[in-house]
DNA sequence: CGGGATCGCGCC
DNA sequence: AAAGGGCGCGATCCCG
């Protein structure tokens, strides 16, 4: 906990909204920029009594030099600040602000107070009183509903008190600086290049009309990407309906050679994606343009602790996470191009080819502020090197400290690659082959996944059988030998996949039995909590750990049978888990952690100011004299609770946000 | 009219 | 026995 000797105050804010003005469309800093804006009614508790009422009537001195609690700082710090500026409340020293809605994401998965205080202090609230406030200013109340305001903020206040002197002690430090530079880093903002932006939504807002006008059904009033108004062309058309993509494992590859089939016939098929891909395009554009300030800054929030791993989400209207990397481009004709030889034509080469007539790369709207730099730097296959790390692969490790990335690792320590020469260019097949099983095969993933993810993430195409692998299905010509003593024979279908998966797992004993040991515990943990202590030292919890009997559908046959399965609570819901999912669940909460590290160390660097994080990635902006080999060095060092885990990252100054 | 469920599209 | 996982948001449909 911060300095116990400091008085400590929970402050809450009530402020007007409607259906068409909220926090939740604008984000808190257009919501309170805006003309209707209007804070009635402010509420304060400090251990002993609470006060609510019009924030004119605060004694705002009594505040001073406290530690402010709220549940959603951002919010609350907003709406304070535009108050200030607005001459409505004078400005008070604080000493510091922590927001309860974190400690709560950081204990137990639940942010809302409503889940918060339901699970961290078995109390149920209910925001009908909050709800009732819909469209109506402080003028509009009448007596009694004054009178049920003022009790619900009081309480609001009270337990966001209660979850702080509760729970508080139980943040760690480190987590609560994480915690405020999160808040801190979204209020501040990043610059954007508001010239460009306009010059974007132009084109774009064209380019979508003209999409849409070759959807067929828009014409008969019917919603762009209505999956009715789709079935029914289909089935006018004499053509098989869609496969949903979710539906498979391969829906996506289902869904494009079904768009491969018909696509020629009937356009409507590719200009479907292609408006959903230029709609949500746009729709970032017009947040981004709705929320940046006059003087160009977009402030933006990120949520701390928004996974159970307590990784960082995404949060309000734009996420700052999921910016897609390939621009769109626009063809002589206005449309999307969405042909995947022409998209490789255009990544192939230097400069742009003639038949492009536009490129709208939403990344280079985000810019440093001027006189500072942009800086990108990320953690290279952070999550292989904890995985090696926790099994105490020693080959591995050793061969990554050497300096070799995980993918050449795995190669050197089995002897599959020995020459001097980079592995990446000296058998390109094989680093191929390596990056597909490291990135696909640590957390358990079958052969028929494997085919695919080593499609997707290093472009190896395992479709085409090899007769030979009936016969010799090891590297050596060896036979594998099946916990039977008889030889495993592979044919058919998948036999490729089938062996290098195997090979993968005899060769990972310490991966597979890590899978296999959790799977273990988590089952024995049912009717309880299973806990699992990280490097770091905090725990990842499952909740009320069930076995369960469920019936799952035969895909092959079609009959129902039964599995069970083991379950667990995850922030409130249930989810379904399995070794290669925990071993999962935990390198990925490893990682962030790893992470952490790096971000509170590059955070003390003078000269430099953190943007924003995605997972593995940090984006900061320095100031003139800064040297960026300092973030590099910052984010290379491997934390003292992870002796032995080689760390290391790729830094670059750049003049846009980009990767 | 709003919430819930489902699907698609982005990212690591 | 086998099984990669983690997010957010817009569009649509359905229901109360």
Not at 240 to 250: E, T
Not at 303 to 319: E, M, P, Q
């Amino acid at each position: 906990m911060s300095n116990p000797t400091k008085p400590i105050i929970a402050f809450d804010t009530e402020t007007y909204y409607d259906k068409d003005y909220s926090v939740k469309t604008m984000g808190p800093s257009r919501y309170c920029r805006d003309s209707r804006f209007e804070c009635y009614m402010v509420s304060v508790y400090d251990g002993e009594s609470a006060w609510s009422g019009h924030p004119k009537d605060l004694n705002w001195g009594a505040l001073s030099g406290a530690v402010w609690l709220s549940h959603n700082q951002t919010f609350d710090q907003t709406v304070y600040e535009e108050m200030v500026k607005r001459g409505q409340v004078p400005a008070i020293q604080r000493a510091g602000w922590k927001d309860t809605s974190h400690l709560s994401a950081y204990l137990c998965n639940r942010r809302s107070l409503k889940e918060a205080c339901e699970f961290l202090l078995g109390v149920k609230l209910t925001k009908d009183v909050r709800d009732q406030a819909k469209g109506k200013r402080w003028g509009d109340f009448t007596s009694e509903d004054r009178e049920a305001m003022l009790n619900y903020a009081r309480s609001d206040a009270v337990h966001c008190y209660t979850l702080w002197a509760k729970y508080g002690h139980l943040w760690p430090e480190k987590e609560q600086r994480l915690s405020e530079m999160t808040i801190e880093q979204g209020m501040r903002g990043v610059q954007i290049d508001t010239e460009l932006l306009k010059e974007y939504i132009v084109i774009s807002t064209q380019m979508l009309q003209k999409t849409e006008d070759l959807l067929p059904w828009v014409k008969e009033g019917r919603p762009p990407t209505s999956p009715k108004a789709m079935a029914e062309y289909c089935r006018a058309a004499d053509i098989p309906c869609f496969p949903i993509k979710s539906h498979f494992d391969d829906g996506e590859a289902r869904y494009a050679e079904w768009e491969q089939a018909y696509g020629k016939k009937h356009p409507w098929i590719s200009n479907l994606s292609s408006w959903r891909s230029i709609n949500k395009f746009l729709d970032s554009l017009q947040t981004i343009a709705e929320r940046v300030r006059d003087d160009g800054i977009l402030p933006f929030g990120t949520k701390y602790a928004g996974a159970h791993t307590l990784r960082w989400a995404g949060d309000a209207g734009i996420n700052f996470q999921n910016f897609r990397k390939v621009p769109l481009f626009r063809d002589q004709q206005g449309l999307l191009i969405s042909d995947a030889a022409l998209l490789k034509e255009i990544s192939n080469s230097k400069s742009l080819p003639g038949f492009v007539t536009a490129s709208l790369d939403i990344r280079k709207l985000l810019i440093p502020r001027p006189g500072m730099r942009m800086v990108v730097s990320d953690l290279s296959q952070i999550e292989p090197r904890c995985l090696a790390k926790i099994v105490g692969d020693d080959l591995m490790l050793a061969n990554m400290a050497a300096g070799y990335s995980p993918y050449e690792a795995a190669a050197r320590a089995r002897g599959e690659w020995t020459s001097p020469e980079p592995l990446k260019s000296g058998d390109k097949e094989l680093y191929a082959l390596k990056k597909a099983q490291i990135l696909a095969l640590g957390y358990g993933a079958g052969p028929d996944k494997f085919e695919l993810m080593a499609k997707e993430l290093a472009g190896l195409d395992l479709s085409a059988q090899d007769p030979e692998f009936i016969q010799t299905i090891s590297e050596t010509g060896e036979p594998c030998i099946g916990s039977d003593g008889k030889p495993i024979l592979i044919s058919g279908k998948g036999s490729t996949a089938k062996r290098i998966v195997k090979e993968w797992r005899d060769a990972n004993p310490g991966v597979t039995s890590l899978w296999k040991q959790l799977d273990a515990a988590l089952k024995n943990s049912a009717g309880g909590t299973f806990e699992m202590e990280l490097p770091s030292g905090r725990s990842m919890r499952y909740g009320q750990v069930r076995n369960e009997c469920r019936m799952v559908r035969n895909e092959e046959t079609g009959a129902l049978e039964r599995r069970w399965v083991k379950t667990a609570d995850i922030g409130g819901r249930r989810y379904k888990l399995y070794g290669g999912a925990l071993v999962e669940n935990l390198i990925q909460a490893v990682a962030r952690d790893v992470f952490c590290e790096a971000l509170l160390r590059i955070e003390k660097i003078p000269g430099v100011h953190i943007l924003w994080t995605v997972h593995d990635e940090v984006v900061a902006e320095i100031e003139n004299g800064v040297d960026p080999e300092e973030i590099d060095r910052a984010m290379s060092e491997t934390p003292p609770w992870f002796a032995g885990c080689p760390v290391s990252a790729e830094t670059q100054v750049v003049s846009h946000y980009t990767k």
